[in-house]
């Protein structure tokens, strides 16, 4: 029987804001573009939320909403870095860690717990249920994340991805107020039915608005409805796909916590909150977000021969461009000579560009072609472990390259 | 002018002259291709200012003139030709160049000659001569390892120096470097050292047919250029400015590791290793494995992709030295296989992170470096 844990950051962006400038604690802000650049809220506070602010609305309607919402302008980098020391420590917990987003992770915490079937039979003798083990790790973790880095974060933990995930979702609803929820929710093995019964089908994974609608129109609201539907009718209504729903219905999710070890590309992209037409200031997000991939390439121990840039014109048509490399490389500045070059040769100076992103593909172990005339790249190679060692204990912005 | 000249020479020649034609130049006239009349024979030029090959065909000729007319469309037009017998007639006011050829009527607006950058006609009185056929293959062993990346402009050539009766050229791209020593049946008149674009060897070898005897070289003092000739067409290349790395310092002088093996078996290992290792970062990975006292020594040729699975090859070897396992780039180690003659292969290194020199067994006229891959 495994045990995972999702952990949820509360509002991170706003979070990581807050502990950057604390006046800003308790109040209503919302990060973002402005509006007058068709900015959209990527993240709001929950005082904020409170007053009827919420994710991915414009930003002019966030304003009409609450007209004394403060805007705050987004900062990638602040945002990763503090992702970053999250799922450092959730590794610290438990080696198969699953990454889904930059505020989102799952935990197989298995090995931690207490078979939860044998402890409930023996529960007479043993004091450690599953259910106290397991919110004892779950309280550990939002502690510690709270202690060390000041951010809260909302925690689900059942037998499954799918339950612990819900789990963490209907903690979050549950906590209403200006203060983030925190919310800690186990649900214990077998009763994962029950839990998912009176919760609305479209918390399912798979159910979007048009099988929601699909469903509704069928009498099937809630979940526990959808459980006692059958298999065999809703594949005739869905396929595949139903069966699959039906599954889900009972609280059955076989998918392991599968760390992302088989990427096939590691890329950043940036949509900016209104088109640019600067080359200095595009060429400096290109910069940036190089310089993330090839973080992140090192971080996972990988190195790539092609570099992709994408690119997203005002009318939204999107073009990728790709070079390849005689050998694979990991360097920030291999990969951002490389994309620069290809921005340069697809872009006209002075075009407008609405997102822009960095990629590298055609992954393998970071070996790398050593030269001839060697000293210069084995000198740069040096210089770039000291500036990852020092940003990953300090901070992004403790060292940067001079331009 | 007015000239006749057999169809299948003109696509000859058009063909030699092709590669130098710069179809997206600014300077228009340099997508066309100039023809002349000259001492009785047609003259055939194009260039792109770095490079100009010249090539001269026999044509029977009513009147002498000059122009140029767009080189790709000319090469098409001539291509479909139905008749083996081509008349080409300008009207020299116009510049309109009509060709007729069997019942096919076709008038082609030209640029004026004038306008065509001069060909230099260098003395060839001093000329270094060298044997066709050992001229291509030092070519062939030599070029594919100069770089292609324009930020290193002394890399794209090969680095070509005459001392005595030596001949040898250089090239490497920063990670290999393959050096071919050949000898004159005469001695230079003086040394040369000079870099020429790895690119204008590669035509030249292209356009010397096999059944001529000598090249020859020369560079006009103080032009930057260099000027090959062979029997019906000259080429010229600008030269590349600047100093070419000292290669002889990275050539190792000892090894620790001599393994033997046939170049047949290495090469068609290291094909099969490629199809995998071309999914990702290229790499092969060579386990040379002592030989014993009585037992033969064997290289495992392996590689891997994350995206599509693995490959791996035994190969009997003779070792000599440490066993030793390093990686290289398949497609480097691939290349040189490709160049060598010899039916057997050595490749000397002492270490992982150390140099590997490939040397065909039985030729002491070429030797070939490869820097390893750092396996991270």
Redesign the interface.
Known sequence: MSTILHLDLDAFFCAVEELHDPSLTGKPFAVGGRPEERGVVASCSYAARAQGVRSAMPMGRALRQCPELIIVPPQRSRYSHMSQQVMDRLHNLAPLVEQISIDEAFVDISDLCPDSNISSRLKVESLDTFESVAAGIGRKIQRQIMDELGLPCSVGIASNKLVAKIATETGKKGARGSSAPAALTVIEAGREAEFLSPLPVSMLWGVGPKTEEKLSSLGIHTIGQLATAGAENLAALFGENGRQMWHHARGIDERPVSPEHTAKSISQETTFSRDISDDKTLERTLKELSVEVGKNLRREKLAGTTIKIKLRWPDFTTLTRQATLPAATDLDEEIFQTALGLLRKTREPGAPLRLVGVGVSGLGAPARQMELWGAQTEKQRKIQSVIDDLQARFGDSIIKKGR | MKVTVLQENLTRGLSAVSRAVSPRSTLPVLANVLIATDEGRLRLSATNLEMGITCWIGAKIEEEGSTTVPARMFADLVNTMPDNQVHLNLDTRTQTLHIQSGASKNDVKGIDAQEFPPMPVPDFDNAINISVADFKEMIQQVAFAAST?EARPVLMGVLVSVDKDTVTMAA??????SVRKSTLSAVAPSPVTAIIPARALSELARIASDGEQQVQMVMPKGRGQVVFRVKDAELVSQLIDGTF?D?QQ?IPRSHKSRTLVSTASLLKACKQAEIFAR?????VRLNIKNSGELQPGEVEISAH???TGKNETLVEATVDGIPLLI?F?VKFLREVLEVIKTPNVAIETSAP?A?GVIKPVGDEHFLH?I??????
């Open positions: 990346d490497a791209d920063g990670y290999r470097l790395p290669y990275i999914e990702g970062s290229n790499i992709s994350e995206e990686a780039n992170n140099p470096v820097m390893p891959m750092h396996l991270g």
